[in-house]
């Protein structure tokens, strides 16, 4: 829908963006912004939307240990500290390594094309599946929590 005529076009990415509609705060508004761009931009839509997973496990890490990272700590620390803690269930962990691995990584850091493309890291479609993968995955976390369905009670301090 997003290579169709404008209308279509225009019409996808509303339901795009509404369907990442927030709360919570910044990594969502940063990616609704980008997924209006689309199909420009992809790498940076993947980025936020993995910022929004790494804001949930940070606020997760706090919330179960008490331990609270550093505002800058890689996701993959977070992750590994979870691990460690043992908060989360194996199965969850496995998940956010493989998102961390083959989505949230390569959009922040890798700046290479894949063979066979000339414009874009990430094609639109891979966003499209990003965003659903990212709500689910945030959807999964969010039972682990005791706070408020829009994890406001102290999600601020750890943007």
């Known amino acids: ?73 890689p996701l993959g620390v977070t ?10 269930p194996d199965n ?4 956010l390594r493989t998102y961390n691995e083959f989505l949230y990584r390569p959009g922040k850091h890798d700046f290479h094309l894949p063979a066979g493309r000339k414009m874009h890291r990430f094609t639109s479609q891979e966003v499209v599946l990003t965003a659903f993968v990212t709500l689910r995955l945030v959807e999964i976390l969010k039972q682990y929590s005791k706070c408020a369905p829009d994890m406001n009670c102290h999600f601020d301090n750890l943007i």
Do not use: F
């Open 79 to 88: 992750i590994s500290t979870l691990e460690a803690r043992k908060v989360l």
């Open 92 to 95: 969850v962990l496995t998940r």
């Open 1 to 73: 829908m997003l290579v169709s005529s404008r209308s279509v076009k225009n019409a996808a990415v509303e339901e795009l963006v509404t369907m990442v509609a927030p709360p919570p705060k910044r990594p969502l508004y940063y990616a609704q912004h980008e997924l209006e761009l689309l199909p420009r931009w992809t790498r940076d839509a993947i980025r936020y939307l993995g910022d929004y997973v790494d804001v949930v496990c940070k606020h997760l890490l706090y919330e179960l240990s008490k331990a609270r990272g550093r505002g800058n700590t």
